[in-house]
């Protein structure tokens, strides 16, 4: 009887291994499917005249997506700008100050702002730098801007980079920072010649993780950038961005514009996928040194 | 000394980032790149170059041809995002942008959202059609008033009905259910077309009425004239209804409608002429739907482009009220050159000495821009 | 000013170069002091502004509801009907789409996502096949939303129309299960990611115990492991929940955009997230714009307070 049970036992086991191992591995299936689709279904349509023209009217091939390169990069990088020096100095604040009252509603704020879904996000920076506005003397003028898309983007960035610096900052010793005070120098130069430099993997990890989140948001750009057919590099008017560019050529019928988005998507992937490999090359680089 | 070469460093790090932080100001406020101007950060005002647009996707064909064609020889871009009639309306409402483009004209709530009148340039006209994906039937489908109604309100389910056949008379017709698509955003086109429903459909108007956003029965929704048409265009066995261009442009099948005086109309540069050739009201308001024209087609409209009838507001200069004008003028004009490729009715010459009238009202500081 | 006073006394009375020596050395000294407290307010503000957007975010999203809140009450979220053009707002259809979605995406998911974390956390914690499934798991969050919406529409709904046929039902192909079949494949790696790292942290003395009285390796993680990290587990399983909440493009494409209440999951339907996206930028009324925000509001409400409670849990896990 006993060793009826242990092999039921055993095979109950080694069954509920095969089952995990399958589920596991049964995840990389719409992956692949993915990838191996877009790769297909975009390679073909990549070209250098895709890469530096911008769409032609509607109804008519050819055309390339070069607005939407160039504007994706544009409003990317300015929300970057705006939110690592923040967020940078939001995490040290909060690795500086464990217990005070302020860090504390801080932190909450930080995890609040990482749960906002990105359609809200742009729902508040629409009427945020949109919308035209007055209180009392100021007047917003208003209108649609690759910068307010930028806001919008720059808002989400913030709760990963403070939080992946906090927690980075948190892991060092204390006596290093210790040490830097010790020998008198002053504060700001002790983070950022002393603790940030020690960090730095983790932050820039952090950084990096953040800017590939927000290459691939849309919703936020929807009531923002607004869009354009034309090639802009001025952040103060509406701007075509990579997202934006394949949500609206996904859903029309045109066959010219179905492969614009093709192309469009495998371009995005690539991008995305690169800057995920080279977070994780630079942070494993970067952490065998120290 | 090391001292020294502390601060170097620190203020050469703060100089860089004040020189980004200023350069992001400066292109924001100022020129940059493909539009070379200076102004400041709005779409509504500043004399920058490019004028901002947004609205009906029915009018988006037309608009993207003939953009493209006015900067060739104008040297002006336009930036029109096609939305949706009602977002059109909206964002103009808002001053988020310079001119709105709606099949359907501002409705009295709409107006009492506005803080200043406004004017309707009549710019086009364009058919609704009705588009299905039936790729076994090779005929073009009859279908009238009534089957129109009752396949939107849900009541013919399945291709091969009855009334389907009744008009249909040798077309063998498959077994397929009937899926809609209608638009899931606000829309002149929907307006154009519920309209044409309440007018031939009681049913129609006392449950579901008319507007640019109504409540569906059935059906699934897409985003603009692109979307609804993409939802036929992948789905088999389904119908709805998009503006001409689209399904011209995209090889989809489209039905004859039954008109009001019994007659079964294929929507055409010629029909929708015909049901244009109306007495125009001062303010270019008119329904074409239901035409009294023999070989009108009977799901006609005008669209038009709304602006501001006094163009001094926000900072906008008069540079920029006279470039716009301009834009509206040669659109109703030279640019109706370009409607019949893409299967618009070029504008009746009624349409254009009315067009004209309204250009000229529109003024700049009480005075017309036009002479 | 630098007084005397700010000087020690030997130096006082010591020769003028070396009095002068000395202030220079204290002005050097007031300056960095000064440096550093302007330094550490600024710091304060940095943290100050966190809190300042949060609120922003709130006062906001409540501020611009205030007239559908005010003109429709509560019953808005059961209201049935959406129809702006008879200015009747009722979310329910749009709740309903949501919780539809999310859960049945969830319920999809889950087996996966615990199946990753107990592989990677279990089985084989090192190694180069465990660490490649790792990065193809995150890989799987960093695509973006548009990216699998627009997949979703050319491949899966002609997949999901094809066996709606086989098995009787209007054949669509968009709809509320083709979208949670998108959300699921998308929420699977924050369930298993922090799955993995709860599972990685049972103690081992507690598994060799068990193992040490014959257990197998199945009657471990059911009776150890398991109950271990169920509190980890159920918050990784909220922090995905939330994530589905909240995503909108993907879901947007594939789900039919229909305001009517779905009869069933293969039926259109529509999210809060992907109804505000469609009719936000044309919401004339200022009504119909108030009840657009206020779904996003509950949206933000809902979401908010799913993500701190999955991160509560995970706090008061780790710190034990």
Redesign the interface.
């Known amino acids: 009887m006993d060793g009826k049970n242990v092999k039921l036992?055993?095979g109950?086991?080694y069954?509920?291994?095969w089952?995990?191992?399958v589920?596991?591995?049964?995840?990389?299936v719409?992956?692949l499917?993915?990838l191996f689709?877009?790769v297909r279904?975009g390679i073909t349509k990549i070209n250098w005249h895709f890469l530096v023209n911008i769409p032609k009217p509607v109804g008519e091939s050819g055309g390339g997506i070069a607005n939407a390169l160039v504007g994706s990069t544009l409003i990317i990088f300015v929300a970057a700008v705006i939110a690592i020096p923040?967020g940078i100095?939001?995490g040290?604040?909060?690795s500086?100050?464990r217990k005070s009252r302020?860090?504390y509603?801080?932190r909450?704020?930080?995890?609040?702002?990482?749960?906002?879904?990105?359609?809200?996000?742009g729902?508040?920076a629409?009427?945020?730098l949109v919308r035209p506005w007055d209180i009392g003397p100021i007047h917003h003028k208003g209108g649609f801007s690759a910068l307010s898309g930028s806001a919008a983007l720059a808002?989400m960035m913030?709760p990963i980079i403070?939080r992946s610096t906090e927690e980075t900052l948190k892991l060092l010793p204390d006596s290093l920072k210790e040490a830097a005070l010790a020998l008198g120098m002053?504060?700001?130069r002790v983070?950022f010649k002393v603790v940030v430099p020690v960090g730095i993997s983790g932050i820039l990890s952090g950084v990096m993780l953040s800017v590939?989140r927000i290459?691939?948001?849309?919703?936020p750009l929807?009531?923002t950038a607004f869009g354009n057919p034309y090639l802009s590099v001025n952040i103060g008017k509406p701007m075509q961005s990579l997202?934006l560019m394949?949500?609206n050529y996904?859903?029309s019928p045109y066959t010219d514009w179905l492969n614009l988005?093709w192309g469009a998507?495998l371009i995005?992937?690539v991008w995305?996928?690169l800057l995920?490999i080279f977070t994780?090359v630079i942070t494993r680089k970067w952490k065998v040194q120290l | 000394m090391k001292q020294n070469s502390f601060k170097f460093k620190r203020s050469l790090a703060a100089g860089a980032f004040f020189a980004l932080f200023s350069f992001s100001l400066v292109s924001c406020g100022g020129g940059g790149g493909a539009t070379g101007s200076d102004s400041t950060a709005s779409a509504g005002s500043s004399s920058d170059n490019m004028l901002t647009g947004?609205g009906s996707s029915f009018d988006n064909p037309l608009f993207s041809k003939q953009f493209s064609e006015y900067d060739k020889t104008n040297n002006q871009k336009i930036n029109y995002q096609s939305?949706?009639?009602?977002?059109?309306?909206?964002?103009l409402?808002a001053k988020t942008v310079e001119f709105g483009a709606s099949d359907a004209p501002m409705n009295g709530?709409?107006d009492s959202?506005l803080s200043a009148p406004v004017v309707h340039v009549p710019i086009t006209e364009g058919a609704v059609v009705l588009s299905y994906n039936l790729p076994d039937v090779k005929d073009t489908l009859n279908i009238t008033p009534a089957v129109l109604a009752d396949i939107f309100l849900g009541k013919i389910t399945k291709w091969n009905d009855p009334k389907i056949a009744a008009a249909n008379k040798g077309v063998k017709l498959p077994a397929t259910?009937i899926?809609i698509a209608h638009r899931?955003?606000?829309s002149g086109t929907s307006n154009i077309f519920t309209t044409y429903l309440a007018k031939v459909s009681d049913e129609w108007s006392t449950k579901v009425?008319k507007?640019?956003?109504?409540?569906?029965?059935?059906?699934?929704?897409?985003?603009g004239n692109e979307g609804v048409a993409g939802?036929i265009k992948?789905?088999?066995?389904a119908i709805g209804y998009i503006e001409l261009a689209y399904a011209v442009q995209n090889n989809m099948a489209y039905a004859k409608v039954q008109n009001k005086a019994g007659n079964f109309i294929t929507p055409s540069i010629a029909s929708v002429t015909a049901a244009a050739n109306i007495t125009i009201p001062a303010d270019t308001k008119v329904s074409l739907t239901n035409t009294e024209a023999a070989d009108g087609y009977p799901i006609s409209s005008f669209s038009w482009v709304i602006i501001y009838k006094e163009q001094k507001y926000g900072d906008r200069t008069l540079d920029r009220g006279t470039r716009l004008v301009k834009l509206l003028s040669w659109m109703i004009h030279d640019g109706q050159q370009y409607s019949s490729a893409l299967t618009y009715a070029p504008l009746s010459p009624a349409a254009v000495s009315a067009g004209d009238a309204v250009l000229k009202s529109v003024t700049f500081d009480g005075k017309p821009i036009l002479q | 000013m630098i007084t005397r006073s700010d000087l020690p006394l030997r130096v006082i009375n010591s020769s003028p170069d070396a009095i002068a020596k000395a202030k220079a050395r204290a002005r050097r000294s007031f300056r960095?002091i000064r440096?550093?407290n302007v330094?550490?307010r600024?710091?304060?503000i940095?943290?100050?502004?966190?809190?300042i957007?949060?609120l922003?975010?709130m006062v906001?999203?409540a501020w611009?509801s205030r007239l559908s809140i005010a003109a429709l009450g509560p019953k808005y979220l059961w209201g049935k009907?959406?129809?702006?053009?008879?200015d009747?707002y009722g979310a329910w259809p749009f709740l309903l789409g949501t919780l539809l979605t999310s859960f049945l995406a969830l319920i999809i998911s889950v087996?996966?996502s615990v199946?990753?974390a107990?592989?990677?956390g279990e089985?084989h914690p090192k190694g180069w096949l465990p660490n490649f499934?790792k990065?193809?798991?995150?890989?799987?969050a960093?695509?973006?939303?548009?990216?699998?919406?627009?997949?979703g529409?050319?491949?899966l709904?002609?997949i999901v129309?094809s066996f709606e046929s086989s098995i009787g039902v209007?054949?669509?192909?968009?709809g509320i299960f083709s979208s949670s079949l998108i959300l699921a494949?998308m929420i699977?790696p924050y369930a298993a990611s922090l799955g993995r790292s709860m599972i990685s942290l049972v103690p081992s003395h507690l598994k060799e115990a068990a193992y040490g009285l014959g257990a197998?390796?199945?009657?471990v993680?059911r009776s150890v492991v398991l109950p271990y990290t169920k509190s980890g587990l159920f918050a990784g399983v909220l922090l995905s929940l939330?994530r589905a909440?909240?995503?909108?493009?993907a879901v947007t494409?594939v789900i039919?955009?229909?305001?009517?209440i779905p009869k069933n999951i293969f039926s259109?339907g529509?999210t809060m997230?992907s109804v505000?996206?469609?009719?936000?930028?044309?919401?004339?009324?200022?009504v119909y714009?108030s009840a657009l925000?206020e779904l996003?509001l509950v949206?933000?409400l809902v979401?908010?307070v799913?993500?701190?409670i999955g991160?509560k849990i995970i706090d008061r896990f780790t710190n034990e």
């Open positions: 036992r055993l109950k086991s069954g509920f291994q089952l995990i191992y589920l596991a591995f049964a995840c990389l719409p992956l499917a993915i689709y877009i279904a923040i100095m939001a040290v604040y909060l500086e100050n302020l860090a509603w801080c909450l704020c930080t995890d609040i702002l990482q749960g906002v879904p990105s359609i809200v996000v729902i508040v629409y009427f945020w808002i913030l403070i002053p504060f700001h983070i590939a290459t691939g948001e849309t919703a929807l009531f997202p394949i949500f996904a859903t988005a998507s995005l992937l995305v996928l995920n994780k | 947004a939305i949706g009639s009602g977002a059109g309306i909206s964002q409402t709530k709409q959202a259910g899926t899931s955003d606000g009425g507007g640019s956003s109504v409540n569906w029965p059935v059906g699934l929704g897409g985003k939802l992948q789905t088999p066995g | 960095q440096t550093e330094f550490k600024t710091l304060t940095m943290g100050l502004i966190i809190i957007l949060v922003g975010i906001t999203l611009q009907v959406w129809d702006p053009v008879q009747v087996p996966f199946s990753i107990i592989f990677l089985y499934l990065n193809a798991v995150e890989l799987i960093a695509v973006p939303s548009v990216i699998y919406g627009f997949w529409l050319a491949v709904v002609p129309r209007e054949p669509v192909g968009v494949v699977i197998t390796r199945w009657e993680i939330g909440l909240g995503e909108t493009m494409m039919g955009n229909t305001s009517l259109p529509n997230a505000i996206a469609n009719e936000f930028t044309e919401a004339d009324k200022p714009l925000i996003g949206l933000f979401t908010v799913i993500n701190l991160k």
